[in-house]
Every structure is written in structure tokens, then in C-alpha cells.
């Protein structure tokens, strides 16, 4: 294991397991998507922190942050905060924003973006290839990784059309610095 995800999940009294998707977009209308992820960051970085403390091995966790978190300023504030205090686990931290996210992205959350780089935060475009996948996204900032969009990559096998941007955005992605991930290869 070279890296995880840090994703929550609900399990209610009584209606057992409930999906993010039926979740999620109720908290970001609600304006209370921000609370999760600050306690998703606060938590990976807490779980790693006690590792490193029992000298066991650490992996990098990822952390999903929604489009409402960047008009959040507290919440941008808070999360340098806690990377300022824990600065030898910055490395144990990866920030994932969705491409949709991106494209909507105003100058205070681009230049929060560019903070987590300079803090040594690695940073993730998630979903790459869903709905309107755009070059000049890739162009305008410098993602560590790529992680392209499970609906794609079930194509494998059965577009050839696909398989081709597949392979040529993985080779993009390279000649531009960036690592690829392929999300549900599993």
C-alpha cells in the first residue's frame, strides 16, 4: 500500500449504510460540507501522527475537498494551520479537487491551492474525464497527480475510442509532470 483515500460514510441507527452520493450534496447545500472536511483532514492527519508515534508505517491519505470548502476561508485557514503545526507530516497529506471544482475556482482558492504546494501538499485533479474534460485545465496548474474518472476507465474493452484517449491523456499527464491514477481499477 503506497497511498490511501480517507472517505466517510454513514451508517444510521436505523436505515443502516447510506450512500455519500445521498448524503453529500444535502451537506454542501446546507453549508455544512465543510465541518466533514475539516474533520476528514483533522483526522487523517491525527491517525497518521499516532503511527508515526507507535513507529509504524504511514501512508499518504487523500482528501476529498468539495467546491463550497474554497468559499470557506476558515476553513482554508484552518487547514494551513494544522499542516503549519505538523510540518513532519506534510508529506503524509494529498488534497483532491474535482475538475468540475476547478473550472469554477476563484482567485482565493486558486491561491490556496498554490499555499498547499508551497507547504509540500501534494494535489490531486479527481475525476478527470467526467463531463467536460478540459486541456487548459491542465495547462493552467500543476496537479501532482491525475486521477481519471472510473466511468472511463469501465470503457477499457469495450471502446476503442477510449482505450486510444486513455492512453494518450496518461502519456499528456506524464509529459507534463504528472502521475496518473485510474479510479475503480480495482
Known amino acids: 500500500i503506497v497511498s490511501a483515500e480517507a472517505l466517510i460514510r454513514w451508517k444510521h441507527a436505523e436505515w443502516g449504510m447510506i450512500s455519500p452520493g445521498q448524503f453529500i ?25 499516532e503511527r508515526l508515534r507507535q513507529g509504524k508505517n504511514v501512508v499518504p491519505f487523500a482528501i476529498n475537498l468539495s467546491r463550497v470548502d474554497f468559499y470557506d476561508t476558515k476553513l482554508m485557514d484552518t487547514i494551513k494551520d494544522m499542516l503549519k503545526k505538523q510540518e513532519n ?7 483532491e479537487v ?21 507547504l509540500g ?25 491525475i486521477k481519471l474518472d472510473m466511468g472511463f476507465i469501465n470503457k477499457i474493452g469495450k471502446s476503442i475510442k477510449a482505450e486510444g484517449i486513455i492512453k494518450h491523456t496518461i502519456g499528456l499527464s506524464h509529459d507534463i509532470g504528472a502521475k496518473v491514477v485510474a479510479e475503480g481499477v480495482e
Do not use: H, Q, W
Open 98 to 118: 474535482t475538475e468540475s471544482a476547478y473550472a469554477v475556482l476563484e482567485n482565493d482558492a486558486i491561491a490556496f491551492l498554490e499555499d498547499m504546494k508551497k
Open 121 to 145: 501538499i501534494s494535489l490531486l485533479l479527481d475525476d478527470f474525464g467526467s463531463g467536460m474534460s478540459s486541456l487548459s485545465t491542465l495547462e493552467s496548474f500543476e496537479f501532482d497527480v
Open 89 to 95: 507530516v506534510r508529506d503524509l497529506l494529498k488534497l
Open 25 to 49: 450534496p444535502i451537506f454542501e447545500k446546507e453549508g455544512l460540507i465543510t465541518k466533514i472536511d475539516s474533520f476528514m483532514v483533522k483526522r487523517a492527519l491525527e491517525f497518521n501522527i
